[in-house]
């Protein structure tokens, strides 16, 4: 039996089509809070399928320390995706694609699909994924991009009983309103916990920066968007989306103010966030 399972994440549906029966209910089971019956806009359509024949031993993968490479190609009339746990493609023509994986429960294999796709997808509405967490307070949402170990995680857990949490890894900014928004996304990171499905406008941005005391610096247009581009999550290998994702990313720094947030790992340095 074929089940359909449509995932709005910054008002883009994607549809999963699959008739796995092991699949479904876990998909069903974490992306819960970004599962809707009715998408805002048609849906781009993923079918999937479960078939672990041509994929690598998992027990190899990562031998000797090495990172498993993802592949994202533009072949001409589609987007062709490959990693060790997963391959398919995808056809903006159409909006339709097929996505087979080496596991059905590995729900890191569909949500790294997810976040390839979602990368792709931001771009022409004026939109990236960001490798930062963000949250929401007083009607505001703040984004603090940050490479692994400078602390988004700690920050997420730290955050006071009024704010609510768009996510620990992965922030989704686009323009909307006249201004820019951020997203709450599922896409998790060392809490392990999607995050909630609201959004607000964007206030402001900061990078992290694990220091001896609680700080703010603000950054000139030129730093904040080199700094902002190291952090922005893209796959593709294309020249065009790129020099657009560039556009963007300078186009948000003009109008967002950008700062360097140094801090210590206690709840008082929300106290300076704002």
Known sequence: MTS???IEIAGIPILLRSHDSVFEPAVRKYYADFITPVA???PVEL?????????PDP????AGGAVPVVDVAWTGDRWRLERFDFRGEWSPGTGRGQVCLAQPQALQSIDSVLRILHSILAVPPGGCLVHAASAVRNGSAFVFPGVSGAGKSTLSGLIPSDATLLTDEISYVRQAEGGYRAF???FAGNLGAPGKNVSAPLKAVYLLNKGPRNKIDPLSRKEAATALLRNVLFFAKDPELIRTVFETVCRLVASVPVYRLTFLPTPEVWEIIA
């Open 4 to 6: 359909d399972t449509v």
């Open 40 to 42: 805002s806009v048609a």
């Open 59 to 62: 027990e190899t993968v990562g």
């Open 47 to 55: 079918t999937v399928e479960v078939d672990a024949s041509g994929f």
């Open 184 to 186: 709450g996304t599922p």
